[in-house]
C-alpha cells in the first residue's frame, strides 16, 4: 500500500488484504533501523484472521521517503498523522523496541482512540550504549554487529530460523546495513534521549499486553518495571529463550499471544 503522509511518500504493508473500515485496524510499528518486514509473519496472520493490518515503514526507513523524526514524540506525531491519512479513527497500536515507545506516546497523547496497545520489548527508559550511539551517529557497520550480537537470543546465533538454511542473525545485519544514511543514528539517539515512557503510562487507558523475552539483552523483563506497574490491568507475557528480537525468533509464539490478547480485548 503507498499513500502520501504530510506531503511525503510512505509505503506500509497489509499482509495482502486491502484495507477495510469493516475489521478493526491493527498497526504494527518497527524499531530503529529497521523496516515493515520485521513483523512480516504477523501481518500476514492478522490480516487473514479479522483485522485491517497496517505496518508502515517509518519516515526514512524502508520505503518510505524521509527525513526521519529526531524524536519520539515526533515519530508518535507522525503516525497518528498516518493513521488519519489511511481513514482510520480508533486502532490497536502494537510496537517493537523504539516502536513500543512510538505506539506509548501515541496512546498516551490520544487514548480516546486506541483500542489496544502492545508493548513488545520495552523499557522505562530505552537507554543506549555510549559506543553504539557514537558508531550509529556515522553509519559504522561495526554498529550492526553489535545490535545483532546483543539483540539476537543464542540460537539465532548459530542460526535459529523456522525455514531450514537461512540465518536470522545474518538477515538482521543486512537490514540494517540496507538502511538509508543517518537513520540508524536518529533512531538510537531518538530512544536514548526520551525519558516520557513513565509519564506516558499514567495515561494509558486501554487493555495493554506486554511481549517480553526471557534472553533478552537490551530490553530484559526488568527494564519495564515500573510500566508494568504503572498500567492498569496490563498483561504481561514472557517468552522463553528468545533474545530482544523476539517476534522474529519466536514467531509462531507471539502471534498466538497478541492474537489471542486482541481477540478478547477489542
Known amino acids: 500500500m503507498e499513500l502520501t503522509v504530510e506531503g511525503r ?21 518497527h524499531g530503529g533501523g529497521n523496516d515493515h518486514t520485521y513483523w512480516g509473519l504477523q501481518t500476514r496472520f492478522f490480516a ?5 493490518v497496517l ?7 524502508g520505503r518510505s521517503e524521509g527525513p526521519a523524526p529526531e524524536s519520539i514524540e515526533g515519530y508518535a506525531d507522525w503516525l497518528w498523522a498516518f493513521v488519519d491519512a ?14 513500543s515507545l512510538i505506539v506509548l506516546a501515541c496512546a498516551a497523547a490520544q487514548p480516546e482512540r486506541m483500542l489496544a496497545l502492545g508493548l513488545a520489548g520495552t523499557s522505562d527508559h530505552m537507554q543506549v550504549h555510549p559506543d553504539l550511539l557514537a558508531l550509529s551517529a556515522v553509519d559504522d557497520p561495526q554498529a550492526h554487529e553489535l545490535i545483532t ?16 538454511g537461512l540465518w536470522l542473525r545474518g538477515g538482521g545485519r543486512a537490514l ?5 544514511p543517518g537513520v540508524l543514528g536518529t533512531d538510537m539517539a531518538a530512544c536514548n534521549a526520551w525519558e516520557g515512557a513513565l509519564d506516558a ?5 486501554c487493555p495493554t499486553l506486554f511481549l517480553l523475552a526471557a534472553a533478552d539483552r537490551m530490553t530484559p523483563p526488568r527494564a519495564s518495571k ?5 498500567i492498569a490491568g496490563a498483561e504481561i507475557k514472557i517468552l522463553p529463550g528468545a533474545g530482544h528480537m523476539m517476534t522474529i525468533e519466536r514467531p509462531n509464539e507471539s502471534i498466538d499471544i497478541i492474537y489471542d490478547f486482541l481477540s478478547r480485548t477489542i
Open 9 to 29: 511518500a510512505v509505503f506500509a504493508h497489509t499482509g495482502g488484504q486491502d484495507y477495510s473500515a469493516d475489521e478493526p485496524a491493527l498497526v504494527f510499528v
Open 48 to 52: 487473514h484472521h479479522g483485522f485491517s
Open 55 to 61: 505496518v508502515p515503514d517509518l519516515p526514512g526507513h
Open 86 to 99: 489511511v481513514g482510520a479513527d480508533k486502532v490497536a497500536l502494537v510496537g517493537h523496541s523504539m516502536g
Open 149 to 164: 550480537d546483543w539483540g539476537f537470543g543464542r540460537a539465532a546465533h548459530m542460526g535459529g530460523h523456522q525455514a531450514p
Open 176 to 180: 540494517l546495513a540496507s538502511g538509508q
Open 201 to 205: 503510562a499514567a495515561h494509558i487507558t
Open 226 to 230: 515500573g510500566l508494568q506497574v504503572a
